[in-house]
């Protein structure tokens, strides 16, 4: 198994050829949600020419397979002190905690994301929220650091706008991720997430000194994943320059070239 790798392939064969058994302290995993997203696109604010081909969906019968199958590895994966979280929709939140239950991981908290927008609709209720799932997999071993004094389990946190910037559908923001990754991994720890997409839990692992290790289906993503990467390399080190003596700093692009 190597650190901060991406592999782009399927995750399930991924974590059964490349993770040995208990060797993960945190799972943070943001699957596809079964609703047909291709269609969303200019509800949700994306242009067409910013959105990366090759998102892949999975049909809605198909849904608790597809959950069960990943979990089963994210179990066997994990340390007993590791725990996972799984953000999902509504639409097949049924298959999600059954695949849950069935893997035998605990659930601890189901944690409601508040974002700002949501659909318009004419006769049900605005959407406008996910679900986190913080599941574990001992409920009397599990890491917890308690960043703040009273945490909530309802989170108000934008999505990010990125005008003119390619991304893997919708983008989560840093700042969810990096609650996450805080409240549950300690500095030095290793961090899975399955469905990498964006690069965004590899990006915040770099930023809070954490190890990756990661899987993405969609080889098209690698670009972006990698500048993603690379600009949270340029500016934790910028940052560590600031805290040293005075010195000459690369700028970004010198930076991502070299």
Known sequence: MKINTIYYEDCIEGMRNRIGEGSIDLIIADPPFGIDFHKMGNQYNRKAEYVVRGYNEIASEDYYEFMWQWLKEAHRVLKETGSCYIISGWTNL????????????????HIIWKYQFGVFTKRKFVTSHYHILFTVKHPKKYYFNK???????????KRPYRPGKEK???????????????????????????????????????????????????????????????????????????????????SITQFLKS
């Not at 960043?147 to 946190?157: A, C, F, N, T």
């Not at 340029?234 to 010195?247: L, V």
């Open 147 to 157: 960043i703040e004094h009273y945490p909530e389990d309802v989170w108000v946190i």
């Open 94 to 109: 049924k298959d999600v905690l059954n695949a849950i239950d069935d893997v035998n991981l605990h659930i601890i908290n």
């Open 168 to 250: 893997n559908s919708t983008k989560l923001p840093e700042a969810l991720v990096e609650k996450l990754i805080l409240y549950s991994s300690r500095e030095g720890d290793l961090v899975l997430d399955p469905f990498m997409g964006n690069g965004t839990t590899a990006v915040v692992c770099v930023k809070t000194h954490r190890y990756y290790i990661g899987f993405e289906i969609n080889p098209d993503c690698q670009r972006i994943i990698d500048q993603e990467i690379q600009e949270a390399k340029y500016i934790t080190q910028t940052q560590k320059t600031s805290k040293e003596e005075p010195k000459t700093q690369k």
